[in-house]
């Protein structure tokens, strides 16, 4: 290859490296071009898998600053460049690899830290960023809802409390006299009784 090429293609594996968030470094010896095909399509959303030279891949990594692929830069070598999920790229190479065997993941790079072969097959057994976002919404929600349950709880004891003591005085006749010899005993009865109701269930309506 003459060197404006060499020098292109450094410089476009450089750029996948910086624009990707994660990368993995495979060895597809054995795999036929029906076989790598099919690993494309699959990983499309996610990544995208390209066969690379391993001496313009370790001066694109060099450049890119991307430490921990050298000693595995041998043989045929390909490399997903992760863009989307990473957790989804892990979960498609490691299901294509025990489906066709030939495919051995060797490395790779997670936001620049080097990811041994067991690392990204325990990134594999992860949920997806959308699983985790649902369970995330969810989790929000739910407290949310006790949160406004909790805001709530006080005004409606509070209600209730009015609400006793109103009758309260208006059982007694509503007189001045009747009104302040209970004044200590009444509140603490409607409060008793505002309490044991919004214990048993809150409000009625």
């Not at 498609?92 to 072969?117: C, E, Q, T």
């Not at 929000?140 to 006080?154: D, I, R």
Request: hydrophobic letters at 45%.
């Amino acid at each position: 290859m003459a060197t404006p090429e060499k020098a292109a293609a450094i410089a476009e594996l450089t750029e996948k490296f910086r624009s990707s968030g994660a990368a993995v470094l495979t060895e597809y010896r054995g795999l036929t071009v029906s076989q790598l095909t099919q690993l494309r399509g699959s990983m499309r959303e996610h990544a995208t898998y390209a066969v690379v030279k391993n001496t313009l891949t370790k001066r694109a990594a060099a450049e890119a600053g991307i430490e921990g692929l050298d000693e595995h830069l041998t043989g045929p070598t390909a490399i997903a460049f992760v863009t989307g999920d990473p957790v989804e790229a892990a979960k498609g190479l490691r299901d294509f690899a025990k489906a066709n065997p030939a495919l051995v993941i060797k490395a790779g790079v997670l936001d620049g830290k080097p990811l041994s072969p067991e690392e990204i097959t325990k990134l594999a057994d992860l949920e997806s960023r959308e699983v985790l976002l649902a369970k995330l919404a969810g989790a929000m929600k739910a407290n949310l809802s006790k949160a406004v349950y909790l805001f709530a709880a006080p005004l409606s004891q509070t209600a209730r409390v009015v609400d006793a003591l109103r009758a309260k005085v208006e059982e007694q006749g509503g007189s001045a006299p009747v009104a302040e010899a209970s004044a200590d005993a009444a509140p603490a009865e409607a409060a008793a009784d505002a309490t044991t109701d919004a214990a048993e269930g809150g409000d009625d309506s």
